[in-house]
């Protein structure tokens, strides 16, 4: 089953920086990344069906920063479709972030679902993106922060049941669910994993079309 997008039909996508990747710089609104690329190719596709979309993303956001903006940002904008892609900053807040903290996989679960609850009683059709990381090599740096192996490792650790949070959401509200790390993963195993995301958190323009083409498949 496929989300049908209608004529006149408004799709938001919100999240982290893969989501935000610079929109406020971006004359459309919708920044660089998989947004835009989803935007241009559902246009070409259907010049008939035209489509409002918007892009709420903000840089370093997690779950509980997505909360208190939600209504402004989100529910405001009345959407027929909302995409979602949080999770990363949950993952590595307490690594690099002076004042972060681990965030427990319950307490994500249940920002995530306090987000969901308000688009399910409205109607609204989701689509949720689970969050990845991909094993690329040597140290990556997030601002001041020089990430090594055994950092990421700890990441990728935390990473694994958030992600089992997002599948069970997704079963939970009938959403559409990206299976995004997998997809990454099998995408690295041929090419090596910097291809499509040279820090492994943040998607290359090929690592954005990746996701936009994945999206794509689950609209009609």
């Known amino acids: 089953m496929t989300i049908t997008l209608r004529p006149g039909s408004t799709v938001m996508f919100t999240g982290d920086s893969i989501t935000d990747c610079q929109r406020l710089e971006s004359e459309h609104g919708l920044g660089f990344g998989y947004p835009l690329r989803i935007a241009g190719e ?5 010049p008939e069906r035209a489509v409002t979309w918007l892009n ?4 370093g956001d997690k779950v509980m920063d997505l909360e208190p903006r939600w209504q402004t940002d989100v529910l405001d904008a009345r959407p027929d479709v909302v995409s979602i892609l949080v999770g990363i ?16 996989a319950e307490d994500y679960a249940a920002g995530y679902d306090r ?5 399910a009683e409205a109607g609204v059709d989701l689509i949720l993106i689970e969050p990845f990381l991909l094993p690329v090599h040597g140290p990556v740096e997030v601002g001041d922060a020089h990430l090594g192996v ?3 490792k700890e990441w990728r650790a935390d990473l694994d049941p958030k992600i089992q949070v997002v599948r069970e959401l997704a079963r939970e509200y009938g959403a559409h669910l990206l299976a ?8 690295a195993a041929t090419t090596g994993p910097e291809y499509w995301a040279a820090d492994g958190v943040h998607p ?12 794509l498949r689950l609209v009609t």
């Open 204 to 215: 290359t323009p090929a690592g954005h079309a990746a996701l936009a083409a994945a999206w």
């Open 115 to 119: 987000l969901l609850a308000p688009l």
């Open 150 to 152: 055994e950092v990421r």
């Open 56 to 59: 709420s993303g903000t840089g």
């Open 42 to 46: 559902w246009g070409l596709r259907h």
């Open 180 to 187: 995004a790390d997998g997809m990454f993963a099998e995408l």
């Open 89 to 104: 900053n949950d993952v590595g807040w307490h690594t690099y972030a002076p004042d972060g903290y681990v965030i427990p």
